[in-house]
DNA sequence: GGCAGCGATACCATCCGGGTATCGATCCGG
DNA sequence: CCGGATCGATACCCGGATGGTATCGCTGCC
């Protein structure tokens, strides 16, 4: 299967129209129908139920639409990756760290500077991005390293080591009457009169239908929360980026949240070994 | 980048030589100095250094090769698991399980069982492999889950759930004189006169040099022992399968195995999630 | 210094991927 | 119930990418 195929399979499988499938493609649509009919052919499977009206999904084309996407990726990954090396042989090494606007905050300003004082140390881009994109950036050679947050984000389908534990507070607005407590349980916190948990966006970039706010990061929530129209529930090192205006009680029966940092397999980078070997001595 | 480039370069960078890699994917050599020449003009990076006489990887190519490598898996796992997919809903539903023919006898037994109670239980297929084969016939697709025994095999890329753990035992000859004893310790076995720790193949099929006998599966290792030629650290559970002429004894500080049930991520497969369900239950 | 081995280049044939025009089926509005 | 609109499939043609053969140029070695 050559990866024109899948990019096409792909395309044609996420609008389930071939026409504006092939537009999205930049080609025409009946070199894209007979690609497919190949593709089909090939596999001695039909991927896809045309009737001449719609498009849907046959049970092996669900099955081929999320692992060529896996495919797909891998294929990306290794092209950047090996650009990423030729830059860095020609005199630019470099590693790219990826994580969570919003967290580990001290553990990423220690990590760095621990770092950087080891020998052969190379120079580290720091990619701020919004929750549950690590993993994307990480999948797609776009970053070396990531620090993730288990249980919110996934380690499926990279090497991770802990770096430590920490439990979560309730984010409330100052001068709530439960900020007067020294903790509090989640029965307490779910439903609040006028203090719903808001929702994030899905891998997707869709939400969960429900109530609760939509919030995009952890800035926008405790925006949100200051205002009085939601409360959180955040990992406690949060604590040290709020303002007066905001409150945090430790929630005892919280998950607890794992910093973790991962990598991907096959890495074959020092720079990257270097830093994790630094990262697990902090611990 | 396309699958056609991958798999040329991947020939290409493990003979380290156009010639042979040529034959091995059935073309000529011009071709293949063709597209090889193309592919560093688009990444825009020296894969390989020739030097008329000798051909290497340069780091960019060493990336490539681990990356494509990976990448091409990929695409033969999407490629093999779409056909199965439509072999399956055409009727001939079925899910493989991939184990080392050597271990957890007694747990899998129990699990098949467990599992053919479960209402809608599709068959199985057990597939019994050499040790750290397991991972490959995953990542490409041939199998659907895996018992993987760490810290032996890495779970590293797949989705995980622990079933169990154990300790390990010293295989000896009977009547060797450690086993009057009730347990030994590692510094106890290392060394032994005439009973060397056996080699295990690498993940290419290679052995690192050293002392000691190459083995490829447990049979083999038992036999060794069994002929006075070799000790083995194994699991405990391998006692089930001793013969009278070999005798086990524990050994304190040997690693813990830990048993776990594994699968691919995107793993979209009803089947699947009810045989890890079940797994968990048996805990 | 001549020869053997190897990758690169030159040049040619072919096939495959892409484009345009059009067909056939289905849905929908009047 | 008919006609137009929509959409995927088919027919046919073209160009470029891919593969083959012949040969060159370099390098190491006897």
Redesign the pocket.
């Known amino acids: 299967m ?1 990866t ?1 195929e899948l990019r ?1 399979f792909v395309a044609v499988a996420e609008e ?5 499938a ?1 537009e999205r493609l ?13 593709l089909e052919r090939r596999l001695g499977a039909a991927l ?1 139920d ?6 849907t999904l046959t049970e092996a084309g669900s099955v081929l639409l999320a692992e060529g996407r896996a495919a797909l990726d891998a294929v990306e990954a290794a092209e950047r990756r090996t650009r990423r090396a030729a830059l860095a042989s020609a005199g630019r090494p470099g590693l790219v760290l990826v994580t969570k606007a919003s967290a580990s905050r001290e553990l990423l300003a220690e990590l760095l500077d621990a770092y950087a004082a080891e020998p052969g140390a190379v120079p580290v881009d720091v990619i701020l991005c919004g929750p549950a994109e690590q993993e994307r950036f990480l999948r797609e050679g776009r970053a070396d390293v990531a620090l993730l947050h288990r249980p919110f984000d996934s380690t499926a389908g990279f090497h991770t080591e802990e770096l430590g534990t920490e439990g979560q507070v309730v984010v409330l607005p100052a001068g709530h009457p439960l900020t007067v407590r020294t903790h509090v349980h989640m029965a307490d916190i779910t439903g609040l009169p006028g203090l719903p948990l808001p929702r994030w966006p899905c891998a997707d970039g869709t939400y969960q239908p429900g109530p609760g706010p939509q919030v995009r990061d952890h800035a926008q929530l405790l925006q949100l929360v200051a205002l009085g129209r939601a409360c959180a529930v955040s990992p406690e090192s949060c604590r040290a980026q709020l303002h007066s205006d905001l409150a945090a009680v430790p929630v005892l029966d919280a998950p607890k949240v794992t910093t973790v940092i991962a990598w991907p397999p096959h890495s074959r980078s020092r720079a990257v070994a270097d830093l994790v070997r630094t990262a697990t001595r902090l611990r």
Not at 16 to 20: E, K, N, S, T, V
Not at 29 to 38: D, K
Not at 50 to 55: A, D, Y
């Open positions: 050559e024109r096409y389930l129209h071939f026409g504006r092939a930049g080609i025409a649509q009946p070199p894209l129908s007979r690609a497919i009919q190949q896809l045309r009737t001449s009206r719609t498009v």
